[in-house]
């Protein structure tokens, strides 16, 4: 059975630091691509960055180019997302994704909640 369980969110004040973390089982790992995606209220869910197969190849969205780095540990199954400098903007339910296109799977965690206030 797939799990992706999303952990470290929570309420943080402006220009603070969170790291969320993503531990994943019941799939091959190394075959994913895993990716970060948020969605705030009344909004479409986006997503926020991508790391591949190898984990020198990541993207991100531009709104989180240079405060966001998205890393990945094959040997633990887990992928983290490490978020500097917080703005009200970044305010969301953060989602972890797991996708193989080529075998057909698309897999989602649960969810957690980053809150950026003062």
């Known amino acids: 059975q797939v799990h992706l369980v999303e952990s470290g969110g929570g309420l943080v004040q402006p220009g603070g630091s969170l790291r969320l973390s993503c531990a994943a089982s019941?799939?091959?790992?190394?075959?994913?691509?895993m990716s970060w995606f948020r969605q705030a209220p009344g909004r479409e869910r986006e997503l926020v960055a991508v790391m591949g197969y190898i984990p020198q190849l990541s993207t991100y969205a531009s709104s989180v180019e240079g405060r966001f780095n998205i890393s990945r540990d094959n040997a633990q199954n887990t992928i983290h997302l490490q978020m500097n400098s917080l703005k009200f903007e970044d305010t969301a339910v953060y989602y972890c994704?797991?996708?193989?296109?080529?075998?057909?799977?698309?897999?989602w965690g649960q969810g957690t909640q980053v809150t950026v206030s003062s």
């Open positions: 994704n797991a996708k193989n296109t080529r075998l057909g799977w698309d897999y």
């Open positions: 019941g799939f091959t790992f190394t075959q994913a691509i």
